[in-house]
């Protein structure tokens, strides 16, 4: 299966002023391009590229750095758009993934302490993940590509501390781009069909 840049489902202008257009064309049109370029090129060079993009990041994931770093951030860029609407973040959560939040994380603010300071304390580039693992919500975190696929969890929510996702917009302020995330960006309509499916 090959792998396709998806069309951001929004404007590059939408999640403006937390993530500018010109944040987006670079992010969006240059670095997850460039993913599936690569990608696709290792894909086929590794006898992969028939098989899914999940299944790729599975089985290249230890035994073929190159191929799995484009795929594994192909697979977190496809959900990434995704995980960003305007107006979107804050408190309001839908009943289901509320109530996950409120069993498995201990409430919402300490879900959001715990997600940002998981996005702080990656040392370097990487991500920063709400996953379902064993039935449950999780706090995760990732160096570079990885994802919580190849560690036995399903991704419903990542945030990428890449600096090209943030440098334009926040310089070094990583923690004030993780604050705006949370509270202006996520679209919890895709966390919960994530959550559903997982």
């Given amino acids: 299966m090959a792998f396709e840049l998806p069309d951001l489902p929004y404007d590059y202008d939408a999640l403006a002023p937390f993530m500018s257009r010109e944040t987006l064309e670079y992010h969006h049109d240059k670095h997850h391009k460039a993913y599936v370029d690569n990608g696709n090129k290792l894909a086929a060079e590794a006898g992969m590229d028939s098989l899914s993009l999940e ?67 990656q040392f370097g580039s990487g991500w920063a993940w ?20 190849v560690h036995g969890a399903t991704p419903v929510l990542g945030v990428d501390v890449w600096e090209h996702s943030y440098y334009i917009d926040y310089r070094n302020a990583r923690p004030k781009y993780l604050e705006a995330f949370v509270d202006s960006l996520i679209n919890w309509d895709y966390v919960l069909e994530l959550y559903e499916s997982a």
């Avoid at 951030?73 to 995980?83: E, L, P, S, T």
């Avoid at 979107?88 to 939040?101: D, E, M, R, S, Y």
């Avoid at 709400?130 to 696929?149: H, I, Q, S, W």
């Fill in 130 to 149: 709400l996953a379902v693992k064993d039935g449950k919500l999780e706090v995760m975190k990732t160096p570079n590509g990885e994802n919580p696929l």
């Fill in 55 to 121: 299944d790729v990041v599975r089985q290249s994931f230890g035994s073929n750095a190159g191929l799995f770093n484009n795929a594994a951030q192909h697979y977190n860029h496809v959900h990434f758009w995704k995980w960003m609407k305007k107006d979107g973040g804050g408190t309001a959560l839908p009943g289901k993934l509320a109530a996950a939040v409120d069993s498995d994380l201990g409430g919402y603010d300490k879900f959001r302490a715990d997600f940002i300071n998981a996005g702080m304390t």
